[in-house]
């Protein structure tokens, strides 16, 4: 045992010169020589944790927030049985400083940096449950229990703000919880794409791999940004076909199902089919007063009359976000002025939020109604087809997306398969015309907006 701590610690000495080689390439001889250098190597107790010093507090403080993580991914990929690394202020040493004794240590674990990007307040306990999201909460529960996964990917797909975050960051908690020592990543698909290409530009592309493979559970929220995006889709295959050839979890949450990702390379598709697909659907009315009574249980010392939350419950419906948010506002004014919570303080308190939520219709929601109408799937209208039996509804659903919504045209365009502006901007054009020349198509449009509005 005494010679395996001993061979231990020679390969995290021998690490550590790489590991700084690393630190020299990747962020400039100005930032090294004044943040990076002045870092010692401290003689560790335990063989799996590494102990780094720092001269004075401040330039502790600042590497734990720069390069904690980083630190932490480039030893385990040296050595991959270290599981914790601590930075340190201690007393400053020459180099190559490896049995420097600490003086007020302040040590860090760094099991996974990524951790605190979890938001505390997104558990399994605070999700509310109901037949909209039960099986995609059944199965993140499911692969949040520790031992072998039963499935993975799970790729969870809502509309905004219906939960489907809460559920990720909760399956990050839950399995931290059951396995302290574990590595979770957590990350949106656009802070995936933008640390890639940072890594390109410096190029450094190993320690990215490094650090995202050494995950045990990896987290990515928000897949769609990253439509169309060949490179950064090129390393995402890589990834997850690493983390599950590796037996690791991953959790993917995008705004629709993995067939109706336009601009996602379909061995990327099919790699998300393979796992378990869950969706959840928009909030219906007990759901939503369910969510506002938990809610209002956790307000300490403050009432929330049941005519309040029938309001609110009745008139928010986009999203459980909107509804939450709204709670939160009437009761930080109440809070502030010392007012009694009542429908009148409410309404003149969330005038601009009610009067929006009337408005307030999804482009989802239109692509439902139009395809409803017109005896389409969804997917159709998403989809590449030109034949008239689908572009004419196709142009319908951008119609009413333009005057419905507050969405941009390139946002709008996203939505329908990845279509650029110019296809919106010609639908719209097309649509007023035949308004006023075609008695059917009038008619539709008449029927679509009274339904979706009304």
Known sequence: MIQQAGERRDEIVRAWQTVRNHLRESAGARLFDQWLKPMTLIESTEPDIVRLGLPSPFMTNW??????????????????????VSIETARAVAEPAVLAAPVAPAP????????????????????VVDTSNRVAFNAAKALAEPGAPRFSPLFLHSGTGQGKTHLMHAIGHAYLAAVPEAVVICMSAERFMFEFVQALRARDTFSFKARLRAADLLL???????????????????????????GKRIVITADRCPQALDGVEPRILSRLAGGLVADIKTPEPALRRAILDRRCGELADLLVPEEVRALLATRITANIRELEGALNR????????????????AVATLGDVLRGSQRRITIDEIQRAVSTHFELKPLELISARRARVVARPRQIAMYLAKRLTTRSLPEIGRKFGGRDHSTVIHAVRRIEELRDTDRDVDGAVRHLMHQLEG
């Open 220 to 246: 990515i929220d928000d897949l769609q940004f990253i439509a169309g995006k060949d490179s950064t889709q090129e390393e995402f295959f890589h990834t997850i076909n690493e983390i599950m050839a590796a």
């Open 330 to 345: 009437v009761a930080a004014y109440a809070q502030l002025t010392g007012d009694t919570i009542d429908v009148d303080f």
């Open 63 to 84: 590497v734990r927030s720069h390069y904690a993580e980083r630190l932490f991914q480039e030893f385990r990929a040296q050595v991959p049985g270290v599981r914790q």
């Open 108 to 127: 860090v674990a760094v099991r996974t940096a990524p951790t605190p990007l979890l938001d505390p307040r997104l558990t399994f306990d605070r999700f």
